[in-house]
DNA sequence: CCGTATCCATTCCGATACTG
DNA sequence: CAGTATCGGAATGGATACGG
């Protein structure tokens, strides 16, 4: 009877990204991987999650194409997990969750891990979302067309 | 004994973050509230929730501080769900999750829903990530510290 | 129209034992 | 170390009935 309704058909692109990253772990494991976890006991004593719960979204992941399980690299028998060019593409999303976290979960003295570019060695600065004249783009500055063509 | 472990006290803001939207619902919530959505009725249709979900799921989201309850502006006795300056934030996050959707969820002649510039008429542009050099900013660029203090 | 309350099925998740 | 199998409790989600 209440079978969850799937959201990969939604002509929304938010609505299609959820059914795929929309959960508790799947983020936090591509955002491991962004910091060079690859293997499965890695992702485990990083994010403390059950082994089964592991396998079952590193499978789903790997299914979805975010992640790809190649053999691993030290000769041993078991895998790797690695981003496939889909899986680095939600590279903006974590960065944007992380800003949003950063500055709106934290209290002023609270310690919090940070993402810090190589070149300059400071955080990275605040994502800014440009609109066609190149100024910055704010909520009211859209609106969601409700069903457009293919691109 | 199979509580679910809160994320809240992490010291990741991704973490953080997930801990507030990282369910099926939130982020849609989100996205209809940028779209102008405001009434308990608009929200179930847009999402086909289930009432009581829908009902749990405000309540989170504005004791979390995303979404303020305010008094229905038509008079009538119920209320309206409106962004609060952090749920407003969010909207980076929801564009970037929506340009990852859409360039990797999508055949090539899927029809889907699109962002659009009000001031060009144009679907919003890629974010780009910018580098403290000004360069665009990809996940090689970068690395997690750890623990860094306050900032 | 706006919710709340209840019931039930499904899913999620943690703990643990087990295998190679 | 890298999974798989199983279990039980908790959370999620849908249908629906009910009350304001």
Chains 1, 2 share one sequence.
Do not use: H
């Not at 969850?4 to 609505?15: E, G, I, Q, Y």
């Not at 955002?31 to 059950?50: H, K, N, P, T």
């Not at 030290?74 to 590279?91: C, M, N, R, V, W």
């Not at 300059?120 to 069903?147: I, M, N, Q, W, Y």
Request: include cysteine; glycine fraction near 10%; charged fraction near 25%.
């Amino acid at each position: 009877m209440a079978a969850r309704k799937s959201l990969a058909d939604s002509s929304c692109p938010v609505a299609r990204a959820i059914d795929i990253v929309g959960d508790r772990w799947a983020l936090l494991i591509v955002r491991d991987a962004f910091d060079g976890v690859r293997r499965f006991g890695q992702f485990q004593e990083s994010l403390d999650i059950a082994r089964n719960i592991l396998t079952d979204r590193l499978r789903r992941l790997v299914e979805a194409g975010v992640l790809e399980a190649v053999a691993a690299s030290d000769g041993s028998a078991y895998q790797e997990y690695i981003l496939t060019p889909k899986g680095e593409a939600l590279f903006p999303v974590i960065v944007t969750l992380r800003q949003w976290g950063e500055g709106n979960l934290f209290g002023r003295g609270e310690k919090r891990s940070q993402l810090i570019d190589r070149a300059s060695g400071r955080p990275v600065p605040k994502v800014t979302l440009r609109g066609a004249d190149g100024g910055a783009l704010a909520p009211a500055d859209t609106f969601v067309k409700k069903v457009a063509a293919r691109v």
